[in-house]
């Protein structure tokens, strides 16, 4: 899988928008990007994924650059309540015959510390 | 619609006790997972399953066991209990997504288990 850094903490004020960078420079062609966050000691939750598109749900938009070396996240109207730890997560599409052994598995790393501030 | 549902939610145990964590969800999941998360930490993956009567190994199994008779259990053993076992748990099932091959994670509310 390929290793994705992310700045381990950031600010952002209430309402503006949050833009949460990734980067994963070693990934490959069949890997997706998925965004998760966990608000304290709750479970994480799932946001949003791509693969080489640009993605937006109710929640989030995820921008991927061309060359899928780098992704952001964007909360376009932060509010407190999205303080939380984002993980920023590559990872291979699941095959679609097999039972998956490989593809279904995430690894969390540390994330971005995001704090909303009033 | 429950999702993912873990119990107990919080428990303390002595060294060398041994107990089990029970999750469930409702969502026909064919995946399940088992993460650990120290403080400040990452999660970690304890074991998985990729479907009734499955399991297999994630990154830290060692001192875990799992059984998945049912497909929406998956049930966490920890045999005899060690204080570097004390941690919040975290269960999750996914599906992969149709025509895409992405598999999102529904997390339950974790189980944080004191090891004396």
């Known amino acids: 899988d390929a290793k994705t850094t992310q700045p381990p903490s950031m600010d952002c004020a209430e309402g503006r928008a949050a833009n949460l960078p990734c980067n994963h420079s070693?990934?490959?062609?069949?890997?997706?990007v998925y965004w998760y966050r966990q608000i304290h000691s709750q479970g994480p939750q799932y946001i949003i994924h791509g693969l080489k598109n640009n993605e937006t749900n109710e929640m989030a938009s995820l921008i991927i650059t061309e060359d899928r070396k780098s992704s952001t996240l964007i909360l376009p109207h932060a509010t407190l309540r999205d303080t939380a730890v984002y993980y920023c997560i590559v990872r291979v599409a699941s095959g679609p015959q097999e039972k998956e052994t490989s593809g279904s598995r995430l690894t969390f790393g540390e994330g971005t510390q995001l704090t909303v501030n009033p | 619609n429950a999702g993912v549902t873990q119990t107990p939610k919080f428990r303390v145990l002595k060294t060398g006790q041994s107990m089990t964590l029970l999750c469930a969800q409702d969502m026909n999941h064919e995946y399940m997972y088992w993460y650990r998360q120290d403080p400040g930490m990452g999660l970690r993956l304890i074991h998985y399953?990729?479907?009734?009567?499955?399991?297999a190994k994630g990154e830290v199994p060692d001192g875990y066991n799992v059984s998945r008779l049912k497909k929406q259990n998956f049930l966490l053993g920890l045999e005899s209990a060690a204080p570097s076992q004390t941690s919040v748990y975290f269960c999750a099932s996914s599906i992969r997504l149709a025509g895409t091959g992405a598999n999102v994670l529904t997390f339950g509310a974790g189980s944080r288990l004191t090891v004396l």
């Open positions: 070693t990934i490959s062609g069949n890997e997706y």
């Open positions: 399953s990729v479907g009734e009567g499955t399991t």
